[in-house]
């Protein structure tokens, strides 16, 4: 398993209405692809006073599911549009790492 992760930043006032576009549309269209691999995403937030970064960690079975879902450059971040306008920054590449163990001990 691959875990594809990614961050990006909104100004406090803009952070619900990301949420809102992620949780709503963002993510929904992922999932309506059904792509061959993939495994699912986990959204993270951390409110700060100054900005609110997110953290999307999505689960794919290989590097060649992630290519299914980017093309070949499988570290350029999906950043929509619409994201783009509500975001104050983000990463532009997206990291990966390769699931060592899952186990809860």
Known sequence: ????????????????????????E??????DR?????????VLREDDEDEVE??????FVSRDAIRAFVGDDIEVAHVPEAAQ??????????RHYE????EVR
């Open 54 to 59: 997110f953290i999307t960690i999505m689960t």
């Open 1 to 24: 398993m691959i875990k594809r992760i990614w961050h990006g930043w909104t100004r406090p006032e803009d952070a619900d209405r990301y949420e809102r576009l992620l949780l709503g």
């Open 99 to 102: 699931v060592r163990d899952g």
């Open 85 to 94: 306008r509500v975001l104050s920054r983000w990463d532009e590449r997206s």
């Open 34 to 42: 059904k792509m061959h691999g993939f495994r699912g995403i986990e």
């Open 26 to 31: 963002i993510i929904p269209a992922i999932l």
